[in-house]
């Protein structure tokens, strides 16, 4: 089963312009992740945060974690083409990293 | 290795063969998962391993299912009469084991079967 549900399920931008991704989930959380995914194949990690921090910053991405709304959001600013992929949400609640992967959100930027 | 190498790249089989898909973690890592991901959804956790153990295996989908850690570092996933369902993308991650840390993944295998 999926926990989390990234939301939009497609979103086209313009180059330059900025990304903002929403990710959604049903349980408590360690952590929450996301990854990069090209071409349907392996995944990048981005970035983790934990369940006791609000925002975390890395290069262009800016990750924000609301766990009374138990929701997190990804924005990718100044977008380039290189960004287009799909993005997934993964949450972790067990002792280990088990994560559990959202539908992902299909990002296209045009040059 | 530099990274999480997964063996084959494809594999296309006939409904109803053995298949067996190979995943070398990299050096050091005790945790190692796998997944599957069809197309146009998320990975589906499959089994978890720590070191030998299969640690939780719960997202195996049915008894056709098994992986195998023997000594700690290359995991084999197995899949037995195989059937059309079993398309997808197996995708392998490991990770050193601890909480909030990183899972780096492999370029998974892409099983079709015809």
């Known amino acids: 089963s999926q926990q989390g549900e990234e939301d939009p399920q497609a979103l086209s931008i313009q180059e330059g312009e900025n990304a903002t991704m929403n990710c959604s989930y049903k349980?408590?959380?360690?952590?929450l992740q996301w990854y990069r995914q090209n071409s349907g194949r392996g995944l990048v990690h981005l970035i983790l945060i934990r369940s006791n921090e609000r925002e975390k910053h890395s290069g262009r991405l800016r990750v924000t974690l609301d766990t009374s709304k138990k929701s997190s959001s990804l924005l990718i600013t100044a977008s380039r083409a290189a960004d287009t992929a799909s993005y997934f949400c993964a949450t972790d609640a067990g002792g280990y990293q088990k994560v559990t992967f959202g539908i992902g959100t299909k990002l296209q930027v045009i040059p | 290795g530099a990274g999480v190498s997964q063996t084959p790249s494809n594999k296309v089989t006939e409904k109803g063969k053995y298949v067996e898909l190979r995943c070398d973690p990299i050096s050091g890592h005790t945790a190692l998962y796998w997944y599957r991901q069809s197309l146009g959804q998320g990975p589906e956790f499959l089994i978890y391993f720590q070191g030998t153990g299969a640690a939780d295996d719960s997202g195996l989908p049915n008894d056709r299912f098994f992986a195998v850690r023997p000594e700690g570092s290359v995991s084999t996933l197995k899949i037995q009469r195989t059937e059309r369902g079993d398309s997808a993308v197996y995708l392998c991650a490991s990770s050193q084991g601890q909480t909030n840390t990183e899972a780096f993944f492999g370029q998974g295998t892409r099983l079709t079967v015809v």
């Open positions: 349980t408590s959380i360690n952590n």
